[in-house]
């Protein structure tokens, strides 16, 4: 899918962070939230809408990250009216890293409304018509991100490759 305008981001439920620790996505790669590396790659490739869906224990972090414009919430009847669209719709269905070599493999696009009524109906990231967008490296840990510090300090980068 091309001209992707609009993005969901999902952050970790608040409960499954452990106290003193933070949702991946405000993690830090080279002194950076990882949420502001994704914001910059976003904004570079189009995207003009954005929802974050983040609890309240990190949204006030999450916001000071997010542009103005962004949706924040937690809430299902939020979400449903951000995907109330025919238009497609990046998914990014827990924290990724953008890094252009990443090939295709958990980040998704599908029109707004057949999410909807997917996640609405089956409660599933497997949606019928979506299609696999290369670009995003799922962050799975703390290791995660060393790994992806290391790398981009090899390379002697301080943005993602293709920004």
Known sequence: MSCLRRAVLFFEEDAAV?????PLMLETV???????????R???EGVQRLFAVCGPRFAGEARELLPPE????EQCTDLEAFLDTEEPVLVL???AFPMAEAGPGFAYAAPG??????????????VQGAELVPGWLPVYGPETVAEIEELLRQRGEDCPAGQ
Do not use: F, H, Y
């Open 93 to 95: 269905p827990r924290a």
């Open 30 to 40: 080279l002194s950076r939230p990882i949420l502001s590396w994704v914001c910059d």
């Open 18 to 22: 452990p106290a003193g620790l933070k």
């Open 42 to 44: 976003l904004r570079a």
């Open 113 to 126: 409304r057949e999410l909807r009524e997917t996640w609405r109906v089956r409660m599933t990231n497997q």
């Open 70 to 73: 962004a949706a924040l919430s």
